[in-house]
């Protein structure tokens, strides 16, 4: 079947299999591997992309699902080639360590900054409580987003 | 000397510039011109007969390349592979399957889909056997024999083996006034990186050259690995260990479907890629623990401890696949002896076949460590309920005194360094003990639940010196290689990788800390054989007491070349220089100085050189410790236990940790909070278990419990710094220390809380069902689903 998707700002048009996962479409199809298979099974959260303006688990989305939505990876992040908070935030709090939730964890911090922008730390642990981090104990990746919010409070 | 410690310290990571942008390389993310796809067909039978296996179907579908079976490997001798403990594990399963998740066939095609696809056109017919599922009924008279492929295998026996000295242990405890002895199990768990194993094998039919981008934690071992197993020439074997998202033990072992992804390149003539998915990862790579332990602790009346003894009965799986230094096959475990000042210690440890998959030393466990710590941690819970003394006061006046170090147990290990008081009473205070035992009790007269746990351990990391420590005959040691560059740059190469710890950072602190550079100038290579050294890789915590040792070496031989060459340009006898504030000056005239990116320059240049440097600066060593490094901490866990649910919940977790000196704290503290949320996971929720027909129930995500963030508390972190005598930096290994200690903290912690209702022990996963059955005084056995 064809279907069209926006990524990260770009529009993209291909021939799929119904059954074809997001997760797959974005990393086998558009090459866009920056977001991550874990699970399988909705657990994990290595493979979170925002479906127009939520993030969702693209490793249970069919691509046909996702035709005619614009979808943003981690590769869409930065703009203009300027990082934004939540990923400087990550690396000024050793908030990453093998790389491969990040993605992920950052977009949901992402959301949530936009969503709702003063955060506790307890509510950041419960919008990051689907993601499964096994490296960093999830402390430094409180104090990331905590770092992105004081950023963008200090830049508002 | 000034500028000592420059280069150390909370440096920003290299590697986060690729990962916050998802521009990471993950085997997965690797793409090749004609790449084809792989799929493993898996035994859905604990032990059964292959009576056949038909491939008629599969290989007629359109898009499928290749299949190959047990039969298949067969013809390139490849249907078996020794595995890390001198046994040998089935690639493609030809007589029977052993366990459920076994692999039994490999599809080659040409998309992911596709290969899945032809999986389900494949008909294997079995005959169920017996299972063997429990470890305490794998030597039972006739229990289903397992390995009939051994020649000479009468039963389900692997080894016994045993440490310290029975005799005078058995007397120590015959004196002793107080004996306290509980059986406890160390459940099966699984590493779970978030990636999972996977490979992508080219093989050039031309060249004749093969190159394996695999998850691996150990690349070199590896390409030895596959040179002895299929018979290729291991200079033309590559193996590169690109991004790797998470190890903890788990990508240490070569698995079957890294074999099949090579064959499938051999026979294709194309790049194959082979990435199990999630369930594949759980139930058949190599799993942790399964310790059945009895333990036994002997004290006087007035709580000085005396003795520990313990009798195991280690479940390893189907094939003995587990990664230990070859002597030892139960790892470190005879450093069961803890932190204290014992008089004797003995262990005996028998390892069974059962029909559950193969494995047993993974999971940050630092070659068993970890049940070693769990058992002796709780023992002397146990004992402190017996005497009614406080845990953390009969700690005190047991642990070893910083005078008696370096200190060698009654097992035979020597610790090297420890300051062991210091750090528990950095733990108590940043607690606030006194206060928390006052809040428990004034919350026990109201009818609520609080629990306060300790542990204290030591761990031996480093492995190893070669005179003692080897897997499959090679030697501990690792190599590293420093380029200096004309304008003062440098290329490091070493044998060990980073699946998270952040080498190329910390690395490059060391040597710009040995040669007054900027960490920003030193490239770090690894995890490629072709631009490597050989070594035997990152598990165990041993990058930095083993890697990092020859990075330090490497740069001081950069360091004395530069001498010569530096006395050269001073026109001065090397003698008359020394090296201070990083570079190498005139003794007594401070101005007359030349740093590294200088001598580099002039030993590139027309210079007219002394004796003893042909030019460049270049340098090369292997490093083979003396010795284990001897990391230490002191864990406090507080947890607040609903009687009604049995649910439990961290409220606090102080860990003072001492790895000796830091080379960069920051990465430090990160791996230390890696290693408690596996504590508390391990503690509360993980168990890989099975029902009686040997079903793995801990097969996904949704049944095999990690912890999230709401599972963990915010971290309250202390250290010590004890440094290590005899490693050049005076470092230890950390990366494992909070997985091996922070369990007995967390399950202490728990029957603490539980005391008033009479509960003694209760084993690993404290799930909120075995809580509660512990409280109703039914305990369960979490690793099998029996009711």
Not at chain 1, 46 to 56: F, G, M, Y
Not at chain 2, 709 to 734: D, F, N, Q, R
Request: glycine share 10%; with cysteine.
């Amino acid at each position: 079947m064809q279907i069209t998707m926006n990524v990260n700002g770009a529009d993209y048009a291909r021939e799929v299999e119904p059954r074809l996962l997001l997760i797959h479409f974005l990393r086998d199809h558009l090459g866009l591997t920056g977001s991550h298979w874990g699970c399988d099974t909705s657990n994990c959260g290595a493979c979170v992309v925002w479906l127009d303006e939520t993030p969702v688990k693209s490793c249970t989305v069919l691509a046909a699902m996702a035709d005619g939505r614009r979808v943003r990876t981690v590769e869409g992040l930065a703009r203009g080639g300027v990082l934004d908070p939540v990923q400087q935030g990550f690396v000024e709090c050793h908030g990453l360590q093998c790389g491969f939730c990040t993605p992920g964890m950052m977009l949901t911090a992402r959301w949530l900054l936009d969503h709702h922008p003063d955060p506790s730390p307890e509510q950041i642990r419960e919008a990051l409580s689907g993601q499964v981090c096994r490296c960093t104990g999830y402390e430094n990746i409180v104090r990331s987003v905590l770092w992105a919010k004081h950023a963008e409070d200090a830049g508002a | 000397m000034s500028g000592e410690n420059s280069a150390y310290g909370p440096v920003k990571r290299k590697e986060d510039a690729r990962f916050i942008r998802g521009k990471g390389q993950f085997v997965d993310d690797i793409r090749l011109p004609g790449m084809l796809h792989g799929a493993i067909l898996r035994s859905p039978l604990a032990h059964a007969r292959i009576v056949s296996v038909d491939t008629e179907a599969a290989q007629a579908h359109p898009k499928v390349r290749a299949v190959l079976t047990g039969q298949t490997l067969e013809d390139f001798k490849l249907a078996w592979m020794p595995t890390l403990s001198r046994d040998v594990q089935a690639v493609l399963a030809t007589d029977k399957v052993r366990f459920q998740g076994q692999e039994v066939a490999f599809v080659v095609a040409e998309d992911r889909y596709s290969a899945r696809d032809a999986l389900e056109l494949i008909h294997v017919e079995y005959e169920p056997l017996p299972v063997v599922i429990d470890a305490r009924q794998a030597l039972d008279p006739g229990a289903p024999l397992i390995r009939d492929d051994r020649a000479g295998q009468q039963d389900n026996h692997i080894f016994d083996w045993s440490a310290g000295d029975q005799a005078a242990t058995d007397a120590v405890f015959a004196a002793a006034d107080v004996v306290v002895a509980q059986d406890m199990l160390y459940p099966r768990s699984h590493p779970a990186p978030l990636e999972t194993c996977g490979a992508v094998a080219d093989m050039d039919t031309l060249s004749g050259k093969l190159t394996v981008w695999s998850t691996t934690q150990a690349p070199h071992a590896h390409r030895t690995m596959y040179a002895l197993v299929a018979g290729l020439p291991e200079h033309k074997i590559r193996i590169i260990s690109p991004d790797i998202g998470g190890g903890f033990g788990n990508k240490v072992p070569v698995y079957p479907g890294y074999l099949c992804a090579i064959v499938g390149s051999m026979v294709t003539g194309q790049p194959v890629k082979w990435v199990e998915d999630r369930s594949e990862n759980l139930m058949s790579t190599t799993f942790a623990r399964d310790y059945h332990m009895h333990g036994e602790i002997a004290a006087t009346a007035d709580g000085r401890i005396l003795g520990v003894r313990a009798r195991v009965l280690a479940d390893h799986g189907a094939f003995n696949g587990s990664a230990q230094p070859t002597k030892f096959p139960a790892g470190f475990f005879h450093i069961f002896t803890g932190s204290y000042d014992l008089q004797a210690a003995y262990c005996e440890v028998t390892g069974v076949y059962t029909n559950k998959a193969p494995g047993g030393v993974a999971y940050a466990c630092s070659f068993r460590i970890t049940e070693a710590v769990y058992l002796v941690e709780r023992l002397v819970d146990l004992l402190a309920c017996e005497l009614d003394l406080d845990p953390a006061e009969l700690r005190m006046k047991n642990l070893l005194r910083p005078e008696q170090f370096p200190y060698t147990c009654p097992t035979g290990w020597e610790y090297d360094s420890g300051d062991y008081p210091r750090a528990l009473q950095v733990a108590l205070d940043i607690a606030g003990y006194a206060d928390l035992r006052r809040e428990q009790a004034e919350k026990r007269e109201r009818g609520e639940y609080m629990g306060i746990g300790l542990s204290f351990f030591t761990e031996g990391v480093g492995a190893g010196p070669r005179k003692h420590m080897d897997i499959l005959g090679l030697g501990m040691a690792d190599g590293a290689d420093l380029r200096v560059f004309p304008t003062g740059k440098a290329v490091l190469a070493i044998s060990c990788q980073t699946q998270g710890q952040g080498h190329e950072t910390t690395f490059a602190q060391i040597v710009a800390q040995e040669l007054g550079m900027s960490p920003d100038d030193i490239e770090v290579v690894h995890g490629d054989t072709d631009r490597t050294p050989f070594g035997l890789g990152t598990y165990g915590s041993r990058s930095t007491p083993v890697s990092g040792a020859a990075a330090a070496v490497v740069a001081r031989k950069v360091r004395e070349r530069a001498r010569i060459v530096a006395a050269a340009m001073l026109e001065a006898s090397p003698d008359d220089l020394e090296w201070a504030g990083g570079s190498w000056r005139v003794r007594g005239d401070p101005d007359q100085s030349r740093t590294i990116a200088e001598i580099a320059m002039a030993a590139h240049s027309a210079l007219d050189l002394p004796d003893g440097v042909d030019g460049h600066l270049d340098a090369e060593t292997v490093y083979n410790p003396p010795n284990l490094t001897y990391p230490f901490g002191a864990y406090i866990c507080v947890t607040d236990v609903d009687p009604g649910t049995g649910q439990v919940q961290v409220r606090r977790f102080i860990a003072v940790d001492d790895c000796g000196v830091q080379i960069n704290p920051m990465i430090v503290e990160g791996q230390v909070h890696g290693g408690l949320a596996d504590g508390v996971g391990m503690a509360l929720m993980q168990v890989i278990a099975f029902d009686t027909a040997g079903n793995c129930l801990g097969g996904s995500f949704m049944d095999y419990l990690l912890p999230t963030s709401v599972e963990c508390p915010s971290w309250e972190l202390g250290a010590t710094v004890t440094p290590s005598p005899h490693h050049p930096i005076g470092a230890k290994g950390i990366g494992e220390a909070a997985t091996v200690g922070s369990p007995p903290a967390v399950v202490n912690s728990v029957l603490d809380a539980l005391r008033p209702f009479g509960v003694r022990h209760a084993d690993m996963p404290l799930t909120p069902s075995t809580v509660w059955c512990a409280i109703q005084g039914r305990p369960v056995r979490a690793d099998l689903a029996v009711l």
